[in-house]
């Protein structure tokens, strides 16, 4: 047995392991490698504000079960021993009856004993069916807020993810800058040793390569403050050595027709499913207001026994009774809730339509931010190819005598600024695909 435990334990720690990511222990303790969907599972399995969502589902199931119970039977058990030292008959009324029997009109002391099974039964009810109903939308809001909550939590996973690659893919850059500064202030020194140029142009090469050698430390900075706010929202210890598994790539995102969108949003987005369910919940709300005017109708039952003491001149005892209640004038409670409902629904009304028009919005203005963004990282990548090409024409002009450096360098720096400027359209445009998968509700179906 112990060893069939044994096996399990292993292939539940792989499982884990083959959902969640990769692992291996290195010099520095555990290291991790993770891809955006092995991140975007781990911040939905750690992160907080998930758990609280879920943990609400329970809360308003709870708030159901006290709303439930109007309609549903309640039964309890009364026992009750006393004894009486006075009890006046005079006072009751009954002295006529028992004059003869008790003169002073005085009886006591006696013991009481009754023990009974009492049930209770809401028959007619129309106001607490409404309010059943509205417990039932409740639980359903809070459902559609936890799945909302995910793809917030997506979201903030998928944004991490991305500064990690844009982080790292300017670390990348600079390293190139850097390399390209080291070779162009190594034919510079050979240059000036071959009597070419002057030290000048050494100089200037030396200085641009410092330059370049500064920004690569605050770039290492920015890759390990971008590492950490990863590890904090998708609930990795913070001394984990995390690995991204995914690149930053650009590929020509297909885009839905701007009417289709918008009605894929409309169908998707958990927006409008909260909008819709708040407006239901305040109707039944209403409705449970309407109703509490109308009369409600309950049955009463109980059977035990009655006696001296227990089991001393014990008989059985029962009765049934149904009663009917209906306020005829309760001081403008129930007018008063009606209004506060009517008002309430008419605020939910309007907050659904807002949000209609808040989602067309969204549609239309990621589909046009995707668009511009897919024409400036197409700009970026055709102006770092010729600068590239400006770099090697400048390069071999200077190693051929022709003229000084300072047109390397310009064209070094030209070819540095079209590195970063391509990275961030780069990371713009896959953020704008964000958003277009946010405005249609798909969020969870983004992919690099």
């Known amino acids: 047995m112990i060893w069939k435990l044994s096996a399990q334990l292993i292939l539940g720690a792989f499982l884990v392991t083959a959902v969640y990511g990769s692992q291996r222990i290195n010099e520095q303790g555990m290291a991790l490698s993770l891809n955006l969907q092995q991140a975007i599972d781990y911040a939905k399995h750690n992160n907080v504000l998930l758990k609280i969502a879920r943990q609400r589902i329970d809360e308003a199931r709870g708030r159901r079960w006290q709303n439930d119970s109007d309609l549903l039977p309640h039964l309890s058990l009364g026992i009750s021993q006393g004894r009486v030292f006075w009890e006046n008959l005079a006072a009751q009324g009954m002295l006529p009856f028992f004059a003869q029997i008790v003169p002073s009109g005085v009886i006591g002391p006696f013991n009481s004993f009754d023990a009974r099974l009492q049930v209770t039964q809401r028959i007619f009810d129309l106001s607490a069916i409404s309010k059943f109903q509205a417990a039932n939308e409740d639980v359903m809001i809070a459902k559609f807020e936890e799945k909302l909550a995910q793809q917030q939590v997506v979201t903030a996973a998928v944004i991490a993810y991305l500064d990690v690659l844009q982080s790292l893919e300017q670390l990348r850059a600079v390293e190139q800058d850097v390399h390209l500064a080291q070779q162009l202030t190594d034919l510079a020194q050979h240059q000036l040793a071959a009597g070419v140029v002057t030290n000048l142009d050494v100089i200037r090469a030396q200085t641009r390569l410092a330059g370049q050698k500064a920004r690569e430390q605050g770039d290492i900075q920015a890759v390990n403050t971008a590492f950490l706010s990863l590890k904090r929202i998708t609930g990795v210890p913070l001394d984990t050595e995390l690995y991204v598994g995914d690149s930053l790539q650009f590929f020509d995102e297909k885009k839905l027709a701007v009417g289709d969108a918008i009605d894929v949003a409309i169908k998707d987005r958990i927006e409008m499913s909260i909008a819709t369910s708040k407006v239901k919940y305040e109707q039944y709300r209403l409705s449970q207001a309407n109703r509490e ?15 001296v003491e227990p089991n001393k001149y014990a008989h059985s ?3 049934i009774a149904v009663s009917m209640h209906m306020p005829i004038f309760e001081g403008g409670a129930i007018e008063g809730e009606i209004r506060q409902q009517q008002s309430l629904k008419a605020q939910a009304q309007t907050m659904y339509h807002d949000m209609q028009t808040q989602v067309e919005e969204d549609v239309r203005l990621a589909l046009q931010t995707l668009t511009t963004e897919t024409e400036q990282v197409k700009a970026a990548g055709e102006a770092l190819r010729l600068s590239s090409q400006e770099v090697v024409l400048a390069k ?48 969870e179906s983004f992919h690099l």
């Open 293 to 307: 005017r109308l009369p409600k109708l309950d049955f009463y039952g109980d059977y035990g026994q009655s006696a």
């Open 396 to 443: 071999d002009q200077y190693a051929n005598g022709v003229g000084n450096n300072i047109a390397v360098v310009d064209a070094q720096a030209t070819l540095e600024n079209s590195r970063q400027s391509y990275v961030t359209a780069l990371v713009q445009y896959h953020m704008a695909r964000v958003n277009y998968y946010s405005a249609l509700g798909k969020t």
């Open 317 to 319: 005892a029962a009765q």
